[in-house]
Structure formats: C-alpha cells, structure tokens
C-alpha cells in the first residue's frame, strides 16, 4: 500500500512585514499569502496566480524564521484552503492568527481575528455565510455601497477607500468615505499605510 501524501496548500508567499489596514494597522507581521480566489473584483490588486505546494510543516517552518507572534493568512481566498489543521499547528508554537476573507466561505472556527471584507457590491448575488467576524472592512466607492454591511456581526466596522490607480478619482473618495464617517459614525476609516508608507 502507497504512503499516504501529506495535505499541501497553494502558497503564493510568506513574508515578513507590516499590517497597513485595519484594526491591527501598523503591527508587525508574518503573511501567509494563499493562491487563488473564487471572486474576481475589478479593483483587486493582489497578484496571487502563482504558488507553491507546501506542507502545515513546511509553512510554519517559514513563518518561524521571523521574530513576531502575529501570522496573517490571506490571498486570494485564504478560507478555499486553510483548515483545522494548519490553525492547530500555529496555535502549537502560539501563534496568533488573524485572516482576511470576502466571507463567501467559512473559516475554521478556531482562527483568532476575522477580517471580513465583503464584495457584495460587485457580487450581490453570492452570499456572505462566514458566521463571524472581529472587524469588518468595506472598500468604498460609494456610498450606497455601505447599505447592510452593519447587519453582519461584528466588534469593528471599517471603511477603506478604494485605491483606483487614479490619484484624482482616489481623493474624492478619500473626502466621500470622510464625509460618510461622519455622517455615520458606527464607521472608522482605514487606510493603506503599506502603500502610503512604501511598506515593502
């Protein structure tokens, strides 16, 4: 009888940085970058095609090689791969876990921090069914696009102006998603800091 396989996940990289959106802007940490996604937003722009094949074992291997506690898991789709038990080897060598979903497919339960970023503006028709969530974290391009976000449970709610590639269009939505936040102040901004900071 054949040696059975160990499980593999498509990582497309793991590098060490710093948090530059939401609730845990500016923390230090190690990024697990998932390939693949079952959305295709017009706006995204992650490049995740590629990836390796890699092993729980050979994941944390790497993400030990750098000095913070806190793993972020994202993509792509972090939530198409990422199962009990990649999360139980991490939380082995007391790792805190956060991950970064569009909420279309449910996490393990046992992950610490849930960012949910729902595309139900571009997608309104593919429900969001993840059941919890620590933050949520709306890319805004308009305002009618907030609509029901506030029924999906939550501690925190964000708004993140949409980087359109356009510097012009960029500052109208940054002084539209201020203007929101005042207007409704259930809702925080969140900026890119990465990107406004040049954060490799």
């Known amino acids: 009888m054949s040696e059975r396989q160990p499980r593999t996940y498509p990582v497309n990289e793991i590098f060490y940085s710093i948090q530059g959106e939401g609730y845990h802007a500016g923390r230090p940490a190690v990024f697990v970058r998932f390939s693949g996604c079952n959305l295709k937003c017009p706006y995204c722009d992650t490049q995740h095609a590629s990836h390796q094949n890699m092993t729980a074992e050979e994941i944390l291997e790497?993400?030990?090689?750098?000095?913070?506690?806190f793993v972020v898991l994202t993509g792509g789709e972090p939530s198409l791969c990422v199962d009990d038990a990649l999360v139980g080897?991490?939380?082995s060598q007391d790792?805190?876990?956060a991950a970064?979903?569009?909420?279309?497919h449910a996490l393990p339960d046992a992950i610490d921090w849930v960012?949910?970023?729902?595309?139900?503006?571009v997608y309104p028709h593919v429900p969001v069914v993840q059941p919890r969530a620590n933050e949520v974290k709306v890319v805004y391009t308009n305002p009618s696009g907030v609509e029901g976000h506030l029924n999906i449970p939550a501690d925190h709610y964000f708004l993140q102006p949409c980087d359109t590639g356009n510097a012009r269009r960029n500052q109208e939505l940054v002084q539209s998603c201020?203007?929101?936040?005042?207007?409704?102040?259930?809702?925080r901004i969140s900026l890119q800091l990465h990107k406004i900071m040049n954060i490799p």
Do not use: D, F, M
């Open 115 to 121: 960012t949910l970023s729902p595309k139900t503006e």
């Open 62 to 69: 790497q993400v030990n090689g750098y000095p913070a506690r």
């Open 100 to 104: 970064e979903t569009n909420g279309t």
């Open 89 to 91: 080897l991490l939380h």
């Open 178 to 187: 201020i203007q929101y936040c005042k207007a409704h102040p259930q809702w």
């Open 95 to 97: 790792k805190y876990i």
